[in-house]
Nanobody
């Protein structure tokens, strides 16, 4: 049974950092491209970062240089390290994998506010 469970969200001040985790089960992250998306209130869900099976990464222009996606194969977990957070990073963050269909986690709320 495929499952994605995000954690690590919270309230942080502008300029702060958070690390999100996506614990996967039912498949191996290392064999698939893993994605982080986010959705802010009233906006469409947008792709934030991805990591391919070979380890190459891609980022949305809005987060380049601030966010880092990584993977721990032993833990079957994908991470999103978020630094220099801005109020516009406020959103629900979702982990995603595309197997025989799209699978999504439940999301974790990130709020950047003073």
């Amino acid at each position: 049974q495929v499952q994605l469970v995000e954690s690590g969200g919270g309230l942080v001040q502008p300029g702060g950092s958070l690390r999100l985790s996506c614990a996967a089960s039912g498949f191996e992250c290392r064999l698939n491209t893993m994605y982080w998306y986010r959705q802010a209130p009233g906006k469409r869900r947008e792709l934030v970062a991805s990591i391919r099976s070979g380890g190459s990464t891609n980022y949305a222009d809005s987060v380049k240089g601030r966010f880092t996606i990584s993977r721990d194969d032993a833990k079957n977990t994908v991470y999103l390290q978020m630094n220099s957070l801005k109020p516009e990073d406020t959103a629900v963050y979702y982990c995603n994998v595309q197997l025989y269909r799209d699978f999504w986690g439940q999301g974790t709320q990130v709020t950047v506010s003073s």
